[in-house]
T-cell receptor, first 117, second 111 residues
Framework: AQTVTQSQPEMSVQEAETVTLSCTYD???????LFWYKQPPSRQMILVIR??????QNATENRFSVNFQKAAKSFSLKISDSQLGDAAMYFC??????????????FGKGTHLIIQP | DAGVIQSPRHEVTEMGQEVTLRCKPI?????LFWYRQTMMRGLELLIY????????DSGMPEDRFSAKMPNASFSTLKIQPSEPRDSAVYFC?????????FGAGTRLSVL
């Protein structure tokens, strides 16, 4: 079974600064997806960014980018120019590409991101 | 698209009562997932469907929980009888391959 670990329960950053959230995972598969989800106080789960394991290029979505290190099984999220609206819980998640009953997401425990004005 | 729609947003019930949570997935998505979120256990997959067929229900806590997907645009998660330890936020999500898109969740409180 796959596991996802987020070792930072809480992070704090000044507004307009850059912050990196860490995620590691364990799997025996070679092809899979990785995701970062954001959960603000409204509790809505919002897909921030996705990465397919076969792609070497790191995904980028505006101020959000990832550092995907497949050999190290590491998938960190970098938020540039942090804004007050970025304050939320951030979850790292894994999904197999092989199906066969393994399509559900496996989530980490989350990192609570605080933005200091 | 309206996104994944869940109802109700909040449900308060008494122990022993039947609870039904509802979900309308995004049109065209062939996967539907039910998750539960608690402080103790985080986000857990309960069950998922592909093309309306249940594929993996190994996450369903016990026989008190059941889920159905009678057609491509509707699914229910039922708890009967409900217990206080079922109190949680229940999410429905849908997808094709790749990323899953979540509804706003149902906060269930069982007194």
């Amino acid at each position: 079974a796959q596991t996802v670990t987020q070792s930072q329960p809480e992070m704090s950053v000044q507004e307009a600064e850059t912050v990196t959230l860490s995620c590691t995972y364990d799997t025996s598969e070679s092809d899979y997806y990785l995701f970062w989800y954001k959960q603000p106080p409204s509790r809505q789960m919002i897909l921030v960014i996705r990465q397919e394991a076969y792609k070497q290029q790191n995904a980028t979505e505006n101020r959000f980018s990832v550092n995907f290190q497949k050999a190290a099984k590491s998938f960190s999220l970098k938020i540039s120019d942090s804004q007050l609206g970025d304050a939320a819980m951030y979850f790292c998640a894994y999904r197999s590409r092989h199906g066969g009953g393994a399509d559900g997401l496996t989530f980490g425990k989350g990192t609570h991101l605080i933005i200091q004005p | 698209d309206a996104g994944v729609i869940q109802s109700p947003r909040h449900e308060v019930t008494e122990m022993g009562q039947e609870v039904t949570l509802r979900c309308k997935p995004i049109s065209g998505h062939d996967y539907l997932f039910w998750y539960r979120q608690t402080m103790m256990r985080g986000l857990e997959l309960l069950i998922y469907f592909n093309n309306n067929v249940p594929i993996d229900d190994s996450g369903m806590p016990e026989d008190r929980f059941s889920a159905k997907m009678p057609n491509a645009s509707f699914s229910t998660l039922k708890i009967q009888p409900s217990e206080p330890r079922d109190s949680a936020v229940y999410f429905c999500a849908s997808s094709r391959q790749g990323g899953q898109y979540f509804g706003a969740g149902t906060r269930l409180s069982v007194l």
